[in-house]
């Protein structure tokens, strides 16, 4: 067979095994190298709500896709050019996600009758009862090689097999060109405390490099030169570490230090993980009996002075949604994170939606506006974080910030930014007064109210979940309430003063207008880009701010002909649009199937408009 | 710095019923509180009180202090999250049976399991008043109420065994009416570090009139209930004649004189023993069998919570490379584009 060495400008690779096999991790690995050579990369973790399902079924298969490139990556890729996959299982559950010229690589030593049947193949021949005699099939008998390999470690059998995903990321590591550095001291890190593991990975690492490279079976190596990328310094980071990350900025710009309660629950938990970890900057998490005690105690925190933040997913957000109310009328500072996943009740718990922004947006009782941010990539979730906490901070209000699980697990490259190029974030703090403090007396232009905190002498007063007059007092004034239920949204609706205007993405007017908001920008900007090529008068609005909506959300939709509004659910942001803008007509894409976007489903709407 | 009750006084004028024994507590707080600020060298803007929902709850309105009235079930919560940000703060707690046993009995539970430095004062009167008379998880077995008309058929909690079965490391007991034993106990509860928990006996004369009749009424009082202190035999009665004994693995209550007893056979109460045994005992005795306990029925020193939590973020920041934001964000595997 020739040998080609492929100059590829982007390349998208899926890691699929058994839950056990380890495919996150050789999955990550992959792609850290991949960034750390300079490629644009975008990730998507695809597993099941397990830990550890029945090995070798199709519900226990777990991908990981990562998408690399020397242009331009916004999105994991929709179908994969190379898919590896450890048992029967895998190949059946990812099959279709190989594009017609896939390269596919099995671990021929899974392909065992067992195997085939733990995976339901109803016949000996798995590729043809898939369908894929026309792939490049590389048969690998991985298992038995990495065990050849590790024969004098020391090793017992089962520790050996473990190793298997790190033969198959030496086979990728030849197939695409990519040092071995990086995979190299992360090893030598992770493995600090048992310095033998650190030997014998390498040395499977190596020998799948080396195996890869004697077979002659593959067809194809690629090179995927360094991205041109803007000068600095970069890192690769994830949707959940970004998140917890933001937070932090914003306590230090603020000086509140910052505390979180919160109570794991997918696929949230890495955020209070990474919290939990940066004691050095002063957090304080706190890991609460459930999630009612996870946004009291940080209620609680917020009225002491805290930067209070609490994280959450759907289910979790309902359970908080009574709080949230006292954290409205209280208006006490607080950010609440929720990184959404397929619903209603438990859904599918692993998967992406975007089907909580009915519940953001209306979920509580009485009247209770709150404001509502999106995040738009894994990177740009420190930004939505930092934001939300300059928000909730000097306007005294609770923010609702959505991610998504795909947000929060997949991940990007980004350059560094520096601090100082952050606004400074200034909560009203207020240390002394004329006469008696009242704690509902507004500012005019935020209309926010004074943060006094308990320890400050002479500003002793109480809040509370009873309607208050600005003085502080209970009232049951039928008046009052009114105005207060009206200053309370007053204040949420003036945060529109403070963000940025909504920006098009291409012309200005034409034809179509692509609306969307959240993690779905990758995919609809590449689709954006992509109708742009192809001589279409497609634009794109997305839309990071969601309550309030940019000043001139009306102004941008009023010069396009179509409105299509995209999204992971069956049209609630379409139908928040219709009902503060209904002069416009909207049209809808919509998906809820727990996975994101295809760039192909967005080019079909528009090419059926 | 000196203060009275009269400093502890808001402005807002108290609206509960006349004659409700949540009144008698109020002002125990409000004349506890300046002895409390002596002892301690405290100031009354490091004080917050905290509620949930129910009668009681609405106290923090009542106190000239910092307050937060909150949503039920949720001030355990509430508190834990404000001494935590803050553990220069004075927490004290207002909740109910309903509030803090109920919808809030997770909360209250996990709190104590951590120790953290909040005094909770539970108000039981062993019904919902707020919402006009139905069973609280306090109510005696077999009570008629608006939702158990043919009378409850459910055990209540013991709110002492259950503070004691999360590892509790402050329990205390007293009637509404006891205003001097009360400020004694909230004093030592605002001395003790840890969770405190005071269960406040009180009478709701509206929906469960009486509930601790066979405990207050003056003329058996003594003889029915015996106080608690540190150090000191447990004697009780009308005439000091009676006391508490072990009994093989049972307390018993015996006669001073007779049958040979005298005081050094009576048990000595060790409110600092961190074994709970005898302290178990001491708050599920019942009358008529036994005299209830009152007074501080355990009281034992442990680390905090928020003093462990806070001395980690010290620890952590002394031998940490990383002290900003900046720093954090070019820390770990990075890439230099030029």
């Known amino acids: 067979m020739q040998h080609k060495v492929i100059d590829a400008q982007d390349v998208v690779i899926r890691f699929a095994g058994d839950s056990g096999d380890g495919m996150q991790l050789t999955g990550t690995l992959f792609a850290d190298a991949s960034a750390l050579y300079g490629n644009e990369i975008s990730t998507f973790p695809d597993y099941p709500a397990e830990i550890r399902a029945p090995q070798g079924t199709v519900s226990g298969v777990s991908g990981f896709q990562v998408h690399v490139g020397s242009v331009e990556v916004n999105t994991p890729g929709d179908l994969c050019d190379v898919l590896v996959a450890m048992n029967p299982a895998a190949l059946k559950a990812n099959a279709k996600w190989?594009?017609?010229t896939a390269t596919i690589i099995v671990d021929a030593d899974a392909f065992d009758e067992k195997g085939l049947e733990k995976a339901g193949f109803k016949t000996d021949d798995p590729i043809r009862e898939l369908q894929i005699e026309d792939r490049n099939i590389i048969l690998a008998p991985i298992t038995s090689l990495t065990k050849e390999s590790l024969k004098d470690s020391g090793l017992d059998n089962k520790a050996i097999v473990r190793s298997k995903n790190m033969f198959t990321l030496g086979m990728c590591y030849f197939m695409f060109n990519r040092p071995m550095e990086y995979t190299f001291e992360y090893l030598e890190r992770k493995f600090r405390k048992k310095p033998q593991l650190i030997e014998t990975n390498k040395k499977v690492l190596k020998d799948g490099f080396n195996y890869a490279s004697n077979i002659h079976a593959i067809a194809n190596t690629y090179t995927i030169k360094p991205a041109q990328q803007e000068k600095g310094l970069y890192r690769n980071i994830n949707g959940n570490q970004a998140t917890a990350w933001g937070l932090l900025a914003a306590a230090e710009k603020s000086g509140r230090p910052l505390f979180c309660g919160s109570y794991p629950i997918t696929p949230?938990?890495?955020?209070?993980?990474?919290?939990?970890?940066?004691?050095?900057?002063?957090?304080?998490?706190?890991?609460?009996e459930d999630e009612i005690a996870g946004i009291c105690t940080s209620i609680g925190a917020a009225y002491a002075g805290a930067f209070a933040v609490t994280t959450t997913s759907g289910p979790g957000l309902s359970l908080k949604s009574e709080a949230l109310g006292l954290a409205m009328i209280t208006e006490l500072p607080l950010v609440i994170v929720d990184v959404q996943r397929?619903?209603?009740?438990?859904?599918?718990?692993?998967?992406?939606?975007?089907?909580?922004?009915n519940q953001a947006l209306y979920g509580r009782n009485g009247e209770c506006p709150i404001m509502v941010m999106a995040a738009h990539s894994p990177s740009h979730c420190f930004d939505a974080a930092f934001y939300a906490g300059k928000f909730a901070m000097e306007h005294m209000m609770p923010v609702i910030l959505l991610t998504e699980g795909f947000l929060g697990n997949g991940s990007e490259p980004w350059r560094i930014p520096s601090m100082k190029d952050y606004p400074a974030i200034v909560p009203p703090i207020i240390t002394e007064c004329e006469g008696a403090y009242k704690p509902y007396v507004r500012d005019e232009v935020r209309f926010a109210r004074k943060w006094a905190l308990p320890g400050t002498p002479g500003l002793e007063h109480r809040v509370g979940g009873l309607e208050k007059s600005p003085e502080g007092v209970i009232s049951s004034d039928p008046l009052n309430h009114e105005m207060m239920v009206a200053a309370r949204a007053e204040k949420v609706a003036r945060a529109a003063n403070f963000i940025p205007e909504l920006k098009v993405i291409g012309e200005e007017s034409g034809e179509t207008l692509l609306v969307g908001w959240g993690g779905t920008f990758g995919h609809l900007y590449s689709a954006v880009k992509e109708l742009q090529g192809a001589g279409k008068s497609v634009s794109l609005a997305h839309f990071d701010y969601i309550n309030p909506l940019p000043k001139n959300t009306a102004e941008v939709f009023s010069k396009f002909k179509n409105i299509l509004v995209c999204e992971l659910n069956s049209g609630q942001f379409a139908n928040y649009l219709r009902a503060l803008h209904p002069q416009f007509e909207y049209k809808q894409c919509n998906k809820v199937q727990g996975q994101p976007f295809m760039v192909k489903d967005i080019l079909d709407a528009v090419n059926e408009l | 710095m000196k203060y009275t009750a009269q400093d502890f006084k808001s402005n807002q004028e108290v609206r509960w019923c006349p004659g409700c024994g949540d009144h008698a507590v109020l002002a125990s707080l409000q004349r506890a509180l300046p002895e409390v600020s002596e002892a301690?060298?405290?100031?009354?803007?490091?004080?917050?009180?905290?509620?949930?929902?129910?009668?009681?709850?609405?106290l923090p309105y009542y106190m000239n202090t910092y307050g937060f009235h909150s949503i039920h079930g949720r001030a355990t919560a509430i508190s834990t999250g404000m001494k935590v940000a803050n553990p220069?703060?004075?927490?004290?707690?207002?909740?109910?049976?309903?509030?803090?046993?109920a919808i809030g009995g997770n909360h209250f539970i996990h709190a104590i399991r951590r120790n953290i430095d909040i005094n909770i004062v539970l108000f039981n009167n062993q019904i919902y008043g707020l919402t006009k008379g139905q069973y609280s998880p306090t109510?005696?077995?077999?009570?008629?109420?608006?939702?158990?008309?043919?009378?409850?058929?459910?055990?209540?909690?013991?709110?002492?065994?259950l503070v004691l079965g999360a590892r509790g490391t402050f329990f205390a007991r007293s009637l509404d009416s006891e205003l001097k034993l009360n400020q004694e106990i909230l004093l030592a509860s605002a001395k003790h570090d840890g969770t405190s928990v005071t269960e406040m006996l009180v009478n709701c004369m509206i929906f469960n009139d009486g509930a601790h009749a066979t405990l207050s009424d003056r003329e058996h009082r003594a003889d029915r209930t015996i106080v608690l202190r540190h150090g000191e035999p447990m004697i009780y009665g009308k005439n000091r004649d009676k006391g508490l004994i072990l009994d093989g693995m049972k307390i018993k209550s015996?006669?001073?004189?007779?049958?040979?007893?005298?005081?050094?056979?009576?048990?000595?109460?060790?409110?600092?023993?961190?074994?709970?045994?005898?302290?178990?005992m001491l708050v599920d005795m019942k009358y008529p069998e036994l005299p209830v306990a009152l007074g501080v029925?355990?009281?034992?020193?442990?680390?905090?919570?928020?003093?462990?939590?806070?001395?980690?973020?010290?620890?952590?920041?002394?031998?940490?490379?990383?002290?900003?934001?900046?720093?954090?964000?070019?820390?770990?595997a990075t890439w230099e584009v030029k």
């Open chain 1, 342 to 357: 397929s619903g209603p009740s438990t859904g599918i718990p692993t998967k992406t939606e975007q089907t909580d922004l």
């Open chain 2, 254 to 280: 015996v006669t001073i004189g007779e049958n040979g007893i005298t005081e050094k056979d009576l048990l000595v109460h060790d409110a600092h023993d961190p074994n709970i045994g005898i302290h178990s």
């Open chain 2, 139 to 161: 109510s005696k077995l077999g009570m008629v109420t608006k939702t158990s008309p043919y009378g409850t058929v459910e055990h209540p909690f013991n709110p002492g065994s």
């Open chain 1, 98 to 100: 190989a594009k017609a």
């Open chain 1, 268 to 288: 949230a938990t890495a955020i209070l993980e990474e919290l939990a970890i940066h004691k050095e900057l002063g957090a304080k998490t706190l890991q609460c």
């Open chain 2, 40 to 58: 301690l060298g405290y100031n009354k803007e490091r004080y917050v009180f905290v509620s949930g929902i129910g009668c009681s709850s609405r």
């Open chain 2, 88 to 101: 220069n703060l004075t927490i004290w707690q207002a909740t109910g049976d309903g509030d803090a046993l």
């Open chain 2, 297 to 332: 029925i355990r009281d034992v020193a442990d680390k905090t919570y928020d003093d462990n939590v806070r001395d980690q973020v010290i620890d952590v920041q002394e031998h940490s490379p990383i002290h900003s934001m900046d720093e954090l964000l070019r820390s770990g």
